[in-house]
């Protein structure tokens, strides 16, 4: 199942008690679709880049959860619902992970290429470059 992180914004004013509800609320739709809820992480009240529905400031929640695109969907929706939550956006971190790990093998693989090179050959530089160039220790 592909890997999500679901940010969201809570109206500033909201109690404490509220935002622990809808994270409840989010965690039982994602474990009901057969999903997993990898963590929860409660940013606190930070400054907003520009005013959302007239609010200068939010709570920012983070979600990491392993699940498919349907319970996503289901997500989203009920956070586009909710009065309290002034904003949302959803990542699908999967896809970056594969990237990040298929440019990891290519930089592996370069790097033995360039270990064997220099093995079988010695060091690239000519002969003369390399008694002019002093060793660095």
Do not use: C, W
């Amino acid at each position: 199942m592909p890997n999500y992180e679901i940010m969201f914004i809570v109206n500033p004013t909201t109690v404490e008690e509220e935002v622990d509800k809808i994270n409840g609320q989010i965690e039982s739709v994602v474990t009901a679709g057969g999903g997993k809820v990898g963590k929860v992480e409660k940013m606190g009240k930070r400054r907003l880049a520009y005013l959302v529905k007239k609010f200068r400031e939010g709570s920012y929640v983070l979600f990491t959860i392993e699940a498919s695109g349907a319970v996503v969907r289901e997500v989203e929706r009920r956070l586009r619902v909710m009065d309290a939550v002034i904003k949302y956006l959803t990542v699908r971190m999967d896809e970056d992970t594969k990237r990040l790990d298929k440019i990891k093998v290519h930089r592996e693989k370069r790097a033995v290429r360039r270990g064997r090179s220099r093995a079988e050959g010695g060091d690239r530089r000519s002969h003369s470059q390399a008694e002019q160039m002093p060793e660095v220790e």
